[in-house]
């Protein structure tokens, strides 16, 4: 089983909709969780960044950690088709400098 | 908007032959990370500078991959010799420590 647990998709939603993407991890120890979005030939941009449980939001976009489920999730409200890309989370302990990565969810999202 | 810059963007060599990649970290970025990217494995690490100097290349195929930092603007990976089974998307990130990372956009390598 790997660290972390990412649906891998694909996600397709209409213009406007609300898109829900979501990883599970297994390591207790996980305490800086990050979505970044990486359109097509691109490199991992990063979105988010949160520090242990609770929410964040900016613009759009809100994030969300419950540890206790070991849960993250990533919301994007009224998505745009430019928001159609692959969402990837990710996280890290907090001494140490290696992040576990998800598979990545790929998202379209159609006008 | 700084940027981490890699070099070239697409290569496409022969089996058997040496592949240089370069990467250019963010101006006061202390930490250089080296991934690769398929679509059967995602993304894995594979090197990681911190202070120019080598901290973790356990992700490496030893016989055949080196990581270096010349210096603080110069990340380099070699193939040598490359292979079918290389093939990939390779990313260099740097950041400061404790900090996320910030991504190239990738050299895409394809070994015949």
């Known amino acids: 089983q790997k660290e972390v647990e990412q649906d891998p998709g694909p996600l397709s939603v209409p213009e406007g909709a609300i898109v829900s993407l979501n990883c599970t991890y297994s390591?207790?120890?996980?305490?800086?969780f990050m979505w970044y979005r990486q359109y097509s030939r691109k490199g991992p941009e990063l979105l988010m960044y949160?520090?242990?449980?609770g929410n964040k939001e900016d613009g759009r976009f809100t994030a969300q950690v419950d540890k206790s489920s070991k849960y993250i999730s990533l919301f994007i409200r009224d998505s745009q088709p430019s928001d159609s890309a692959t969402y990837l989370c990710?996280?890290?302990?907090?001494?140490?400098?290696?992040?576990?990565f998800g598979a990545g969810t790929t998202v379209t999202v159609r006008a | 908007d700084a940027r981490v810059t890699q070099t070239p963007r697409h290569k496409v060599t022969e089996m058997g032959q040496e592949v240089t990649m370069r990467c250019q970290p963010i101006?006061?970025?202390?930490?250089v990370f080296w991934y690769r990217q398929t679509m059967m494995q995602g993304l894995e690490l594979l090197a990681y500078?911190?202070?120019?100097?080598?901290?973790?290349d356990s992700g490496m195929p030893k016989d055949r991959f080196s990581a270096e930092m010349p210096d603080a603007t110069l990340a380099t990976l070699k193939i040598q010799p490359s292979e079918p089974r290389d093939s990939a998307v390779y990313f260099c990130?740097?950041?400061?420590?404790?900090?996320?990372?910030?991504f190239g956009n990738g050299t895409r390598l394809t070994v015949t």
């Open positions: 990130a740097s950041g400061l420590v404790g900090s996320p990372l910030h």
């Open positions: 390591n207790s120890a996980f305490q800086y």
């Open positions: 949160t520090y242990s449980s």
């Open positions: 990710a996280m890290r302990e907090s001494n140490d400098y290696k992040l576990s």
């Open positions: 101006l006061g970025h202390n930490t």
């Open positions: 500078f911190r202070n120019r100097a080598p901290l973790d």
